[in-house]
């Protein structure tokens, strides 16, 4: 554990918006004037790489502090609206700014943007400062670009965490740039096995609505990407031989006719597994085995069953990491076989830059959401068991077995839909 993470584990600390002209964030041109707006929060607890104040969080407090020039007074503001709601100001607050002893003008207030936000800690003496990174619909994200030390003049802190925005950040500022991978070529996940007898679509939607509540503590949605659905179809070659590349090929239709060759590299299920993609796949229109033979000619293969894949990822971010994670929930039909396989994923995706960041992180946080997925299940019912059981070890049990001990059979046989590439599909 970090000395920052000593400090603050588990405390709670004051927490303060600061709206502004978009000037002080990016290099473009300023007004003669540029007023500040500084909203309490209610409190949150440290330590937070990130923190988000979506749309429906109120205000904390029942006034806003505006700075100009020339003097800083107070506005009385309704705490029961918030203050910013997705990419504009809040109405409300607009029109109570407006209306202030020193109106703002409709200019002044269009210009105005979440700047930074501000968390000082119990002991007073250190300040976080998280730059908003993020602007969408249902609220803003901030990341930690600086500590500074605190003063007993807000003015003074408020200018201290000003200055930091005046560095060139574009892995904060920038959208494109703001994340980046700390596991490249290998996949991070935990797994857990589910019955297959609940909805995997109500899974993922019910444990949707819970992200950044108490059941789910210290992870908030990934803004503007809360929840996604997915559909495929593959086939799948095991590598028998070497024994070093160990693992499967998967041939994934994306159904527009492109296609790519998923690789993943592993002697034995595992948490970590290596994964690497090629998408130079130009498919005949018969003979697909001898197709990807002659893409891996040192590899020894063998053809498993081909199944149709159903996902739906509830993303999450860790607010002391900044790590975003997605809770998957993975339904596996074979074609032309009763038989299926549901599980529940987490899995690492991505990193925020910010101030702090840490691969080291990234397993305990995964194994904390882990942990907290699966007591929500078994409060459901479910009784979900955490296993490493892989695609391959599913596929590869039908075949030498015709039974899996974390598969699940269905009434209705799924119809045979292949993927099209044996008739030429493009």
Not at 114 to 129: A, F, M
Not at 332 to 358: C, F, K, N, T
Request: with cysteine; aromatic share 6%.
């Amino acid at each position: 554990m970090s000395r920052r993470q000593e400090r603050n584990e588990g405390h709670p600390v004051e927490r303060l918006l600061v709206l502004g002209d978009v000037s002080f964030a990016y290099p473009t041109s300023a007004p003669a004037e540029r007023p500040l707006v500084v909203l309490p929060l209610e409190g949150g607890v440290g330590p937070a790489a990130v923190d988000v104040l979506r749309a429906t969080d109120p205000l904390g407090g029942p006034r806003a502090r505006v700075r100009t020039d020339d003097r800083t007074f107070d506005v009385v503001v309704d705490p029961t609206f918030p203050g910013w709601t997705g990419t504009a100001l809040h109405p409300a607050a607009r029109t109570a700014l407006a209306g202030a002893g020193h109106s703002l003008t409709a200019d002044a207030l269009d210009r105005l943007t979440p700047l930074v936000l501000l968390r000082t800690h119990p002991s007073g003496s250190t300040t976080d400062v998280l730059a908003c990174s993020r602007l969408r619909a249902g609220g803003a994200l901030f990341t930690r670009i600086a500590t500074i030390a605190s003063g007993a003049e807000e003015h003074a802190v408020v200018d201290r965490a000003l200055d930091e925005l005046h560095r060139p950040l574009p892995h904060v500022l920038s959208d494109t740039f703001q994340c980046t991978g700390l596991s490249k070529d290998v996949e991070i996940e935990t797994k857990l096995s589910l019955s297959g007898t609940r909805s995997s679509w109500a899974l993922a939607s019910r444990i949707s609505t819970l992200v950044g509540t108490a059941d789910l503590p210290g992870f908030v949605p990934d803004l503007g990407n809360e929840v996604q659905r997915w559909q495929s179809s593959q086939r799948t070659w095991e590598v028998l031989v070497p024994e070093a590349e160990a693992g499967y090929l998967a041939l994934m239709d994306f159904g527009t006719g492109t296609f790519a060759v998923k690789r993943k590299r592993f002697q034995a299920d595992a948490l970590r597994r290596e994964e690497t993609f090629r998408y130079d796949i130009d498919l005949p229109a018969e003979d697909l085995d001898g197709y990807m033979q002659s893409l891996y000619p040192d590899l020894k293969l063998r053809r498993l069953p081909s199944h149709r894949r159903s996902k739906f990822d509830v993303n999450v971010q860790s607010v002391s990491s900044g790590h975003f994670f997605g809770i998957e929930i993975d339904e596996v039909h074979v074609l032309d076989s009763p038989h299926a396989m549901s599980q529940l994923e987490i899995e690492y995706h991505r990193s925020v830059v910010h101030d702090g960041l840490d691969a080291a992180t990234i397993e305990p946080e995964l194994l904390r959401l882990t942990t907290h997925v699966r007591a929500l299940l078994a409060t459901w019912g479910e009784d979900a068991q955490e296993t490493t059981y892989s695609k391959l070890s599913f596929l590869r049990d039908l075949v030498d077995h015709d039974a899996s001990p974390f598969g699940w059979r269905t009434d209705v046989v799924t119809p045979s839909h292949e993927i099209g590439v044996e008739v030429g599909v493009r």
